[in-house]
């Protein structure tokens, strides 16, 4: 059973878990161990391997201590398993088995159920990894091209903490599915990565901007409901990636704030009010990639009537968004949730369980927390006085899985015919012809200090160092 083990770093897997105690985990995780560094090898930003990256590496998992910059070559970074401490209560947080004590072990009936989650989840780790792995060659300043290694090691950790729980828990079936996590590639047809949004390419800085904005944040509310599993080993172990996945959202919303900052001004600049002739991206631009990743992530979340999240639910498997502190009834058994469905080609609204809509009860928190950060950056679009505002579409908009799925939705969630959406989805998705422009307009900037045309620096720099330091040597 894996305690709050003292962080042992001189092993061979840095661990918090007591693996020196436990030959066998520790032997599969050694023969596992060379096939993820072969993995990484492939398909990790493996141009830069020669180079030193100032990084953050989790050294222990109290507070601060995880957060210990050096410089580090990536393939020498040291991959650990950490868990958060064991809790002084662990009692299962939700469903209808709350109150009773959490599992330090996996309840036969539950097995199956368990184990998918957690390759659902691990799966989408190496896939983001190899959806960035070519940014390097075009990224905007040595800070951001920091802040994309940090994204893809941690992302790799996040990898080796489900592998963690598949090998210790689930036995040879748990071993098979370690296995796998290596051989999906994202985007590859004949073994895709599990979910469709892990398939899609992000081969440009607006894209992983994006994407550490929308689809890391995705992934919190995920290990969020994780983290109040009453299996207590993905419970710790979602709550220490969570502090990691902060660093995530911190890039992504700062990083778009940073790149809508400098449109403005380009806006300004421009005598026309055109951020391109300026060699920016337009505002308008920016609006098409946020419609495109937002409801691509919004797929995420499941199905909006869905007996699978109430299975999982009562089971405990997941509970809600922060289910200690926001709720006082874990069960859940009464309530129900007015729903938007498109019934007979119109609009109408009904009344669903509410454990049926735990999907849509858990995107409801994602939105609300896009919109915040939506209105942040309108914000900052007042401040230099252009008139443009960005918003996020409608739940609705371009979605491909769930009740909306194969209907055709204006940004503001109006349903529109299939004509309409073909004449103007241009206007509302990202073109080609925007693909070929951030292309262009995307060429490496590596001199220390130095920031690409397209973006404003940030406010400060990183790891207690100046804006000027040299965050990668080239
Ligand atoms: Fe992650
Ligand atoms: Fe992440």
């Known amino acids: 059973m894996p305690q709050a083990c003292a962080v042992d770093l001189n092993d061979q897997i840095p661990n918090n878990v007591g693996l020196a105690d436990d030959p ?16 990484w090898q492939e398909m990790g930003p493996t141009d830069f391997a020669p180079n030193d990256i100032y990084l953050r590496t989790a050294v222990s998992v109290d507070s601060g201590g995880w957060a210990n910059y050096d410089y580090v070559r990536m393939p020498d970074y040291r991959w650990g398993i950490f868990l958060s401490p064991q809790r002084r209560e662990s009692l299962i947080r939700a469903g209808d088995l709350a109150g009773q004590r959490a599992w330090n072990a996996v309840p036969g009936e539950y097995r199956t159920a368990l184990r998918r989650l957690i390759v659902t989840q691990a799966d989408t780790e190496p896939a983001s990894v190899e959806q960035q792995r070519m940014l390097g060659h ?50 590859d047809p004949d ?49 220490f990636m ?23 001004e380009l806006t300004k600049l421009d005598p026309n009010g055109d951020a391109r002739a300026q060699g920016g991206i337009d505002l308008p631009l920016i609006q098409r990639a946020i419609n495109y990743w937002f409801s691509f992530c919004l797929d995420l979340f499941g199905g ?6 109430a299975e999982v ?10 289910e200690d502190q926001r709720y006082s009834d874990h069960r859940a058994l009464d309530g129900v949730y007015a729903l938007t469905t498109v019934d007979n080609g119109r609009l109408q609204t009904r009344e669903v369980p509410l454990r049926n809509a735990m999907n849509e009860v858990l995107r409801d928190e994602y939105i609300r927390d896009c919109t915040r950060a939506l209105n942040k950056w309108n914000r900052v679009l007042a401040k230099t006085g252009v008139d443009f505002r960005l918003s996020l579409p409608s739940r609705r908009f371009h979605r491909h899985h769930g009740i909306y799925a194969g209907h055709s ?9 299939p004509d309409t959406w073909n004449l103007m989805h241009t206007h509302w998705l990202p073109t080609p012809q925007d693909q ?39």
């Open 409 to 417: 939705f204006n940004p503001a969630g109006e349903l529109i015919d």
């Open 436 to 474: 070929a422009y951030l292309h262009e307009i995307m060429q490496p900037v590596y001199e220390p200090g130095k920031f690409a045309n397209w973006i404003s620096p940030p406010s400060r720099g990183l790891g207690g160092q100046p804006l000027e330091f040299a965050y990668v040597r080239m």
């Open 24 to 39: 066998k985990v520790r032997r599969a995780l050694l023969h596992w161990q060379p096939k993820y560094l072969e993995w």
């Open 313 to 322: 639910f009562a089971n405990g498997l997941k509970g809600r968004f922060k």
């Open 191 to 239: 073994k895709p990565r599990i979910l469709g949004t892990f398939n899609q390419p992000c081969d440009n800085w607006l894209s992983f901007f994006c994407f550490t904005m929308f689809v890391d944040r995705d992934g919190k509310y995920q290990l969020a409901a994780l983290k109040e599993s009453a299996f207590e080993p993905l419970a710790r172990s979602c709550e």
């Open 242 to 264: 969570l502090t990691e996945e902060a660093f995530h959202l911190f890039v992504g919303e700062t990083g778009l704030c940073r790149i809508i900052r400098r449109s403005a």
């Open 138 to 187: 075009t990224a905007p300043s040595l800070y951001d091209l920091r802040n994309l290694f940090q994204v893809n090691v941690e992302e790799g950790r996040h990898l080796w903490a489900m592998v963690y729980l598949l090998h210790k828990f689930f036995g040879r079936d748990g071993r098979d599915e370690g296995d796998m996590l290596l051989e999906r590639r994202s985007g």
């Open 304 to 309: 909006e009537i869905s007996s699978n999240a």
